[in-house]
């Protein structure tokens, strides 16, 4: 089983879903993020104003997925999350030692 986190732009998270539903992975955590990468935040003008904007609003999402969905999972992720600017992201996999549903106590893939 694999853990995958990407890192993405907030406009790009319903076409991520729904490049995810298509491979047939329906579950996944989306959790609204701050911070930065290699563009160091940006400059915004208010009111007249500049302002320096250190930490870039993102879109975080975490799924589990099997061994043999999981290259699918990237592919995915990344075919709808890139628009080929600075700032797309990046997708982090992990390997996932276990799972379990709490309601069944199904364990392992079984469980995803």
Request: proline share 3%.
């Amino acid at each position: 089983m694999k853990f995958i986190i990407a890192i993405l732009q907030p406009h790009r998270l319903d076409d991520v879903r729904e490049a995810l539903g298509e491979i047939n992975v329906h579950g996944l955590t989306v959790s609204e993020v701050r911070g930065y990468g290699r563009q160091r935040g940006h400059t915004e003008i208010y009111r007249g104003a500049e302002y320096k904007i250190n930490y870039v609003p993102k879109i975080k999402i975490e799924l589990a997925v099997d061994d043999g969905v999981a290259d699918d999972a990237v592919a995915a992720i990344t075919r709808a999350a890139r628009t080929g600017k600075i700032g797309d992201g990046k997708i982090f996999v992990l390997e996932l030692g276990e799972a379990q549903r709490i309601r069944t106590g199904e364990t392992g893939p079984d469980a995803l």
